[in-house]
């Protein structure tokens, strides 16, 4: 069984704090606004799967029936996605006035633009509820 993940930096400047948190199944990364000591989720995105992908919609609603974050669908998976050896040791996060960032190994995979509230994964395809591909925030 792979360990969990949790990694929390809070920003003094824009009083937000991002978590990193993963399972077995998955990593996510979360934006909370800090607001009067109240830690509230402003929006999150998908960093990576740890291995498990799953073929239908369905299947997510049983993994978080379990306590799990919801599992990446296959069809919005790339050659990224997948990091199946991953530890907080390969995790780092920099900020700067407008988003965060996750780095994989000095590799950016997640871009959270908190003043449009968007995440951008390197590890997905395409547009969906897991994010934007990170390609696009190139784009932009």
């Not at 400047?13 to 830690?39: C, F, M, P, R």
């Not at 974050?69 to 407008?98: C, G, H, M």
Request: aromatic residues 12%; hydrophobic residues 35%; charged residues 25%.
């Amino acid at each position: 069984m792979k360990g969990e993940i949790f990694i929390s930096d809070f920003n003094e400047e824009v009083n937000k704090t991002l978590v990193v948190e993963g399972d077995e199944h998955t990593i996510w990364a979360y934006v909370l606004n800090s607001l009067d000591g109240q830690n509230n989720i402003e929006f999150q995105g998908f960093l990576c799967s740890r291995g498990t992908l799953v073929e239908e919609e369905s299947e997510i609603g049983d993994y978080i029936d379990q306590g799990f974050a919801p599992p990446l669908l296959r069809s919005f998976s790339n050659e990224y996605s997948v990091q199946e050896e991953i530890t907080a040791n390969n995790i780092s996060i920099f900020w700067d006035k407008e988003k965060v960032g996750v780095l994989v190994d000095e590799v950016t995979y997640l871009i959270l633009d908190y003043t449009n509230k968007v995440a951008y994964s390197k590890g997905v395809l395409e547009e969906s509820p897991y994010g934007r591909p990170l390609m696009d925030f190139v784009m932009e």
